[in-house]
């Protein structure tokens, strides 16, 4: 396999995983660059922050397609606010929740069941009595629970 062809595929893969188009990957990839650090590392906090994945990550819904179509209709909300828009980059120290109609929806009850047995992260702090959470910190590459090579797709961007 190619050099190219292991970047290419590196990214896809990303992409998958994040549920991102080409567009939004390319977006995120060129905002992180402009921040100061490691190219790749500021990747994955930049989509590690988005609000869809947080929603996901919080456990208040079971994938990423759910959890961007939670924040699209306006079931949640950041800093007392309702926000629909699931690019939305949450900052350490504000808080997540589902609003309080939403809180009976059978998935978010469903996906809350399941979160209660999975482990948490370090830079997560979740309530799931009052179905809100917030980002604590910024979390590190250490902390980011995803098998990239953020490298590759670093090198496959220079280009």
Do not use: C
């Not at 390319?26 to 402009?34: L, P, V």
């Not at 929806?105 to 009595?129: C, F, I, N």
């Amino acid at each position: 396999m190619s050099e190219y062809a292991r970047q290419l595929r590196e990214k896809q893969k990303v992409k998958r995983i994040y549920g991102l188009n080409e567009k939004q990957f390319r977006n995120t990839f060129e905002s992180a660059t402009h921040e100061p650090g490691v190219k790749g590392t500021n990747l994955l906090v930049a989509l590690e922050s988005r609000l869809d994945n947080l929603v996901y990550r919080m456990g208040f819904t079971t994938s990423r397609r759910g959890a961007r179509q939670l924040v699209r209709h306006g079931h949640i909300e950041v800093g007392g606010g309702r926000v629909d828009i699931p690019s939305y980059r949450v900052k350490p120290g504000e808080e997540v929740r589902v609003t309080a109609a939403s809180q009976e929806m059978v998935p978010v009850k469903v996906a809350q069941e399941m979160a209660t047995r999975g482990s948490s992260l370090t830079w997560l702090s979740v309530d799931h009595q009052k179905f809100a959470g917030r980002m604590t910190m910024i979390p590190t590459r250490d902390a980011i629970p995803t098998n990239a090579q953020e490298q590759l797709i670093v090198e496959l961007y220079s280009k």
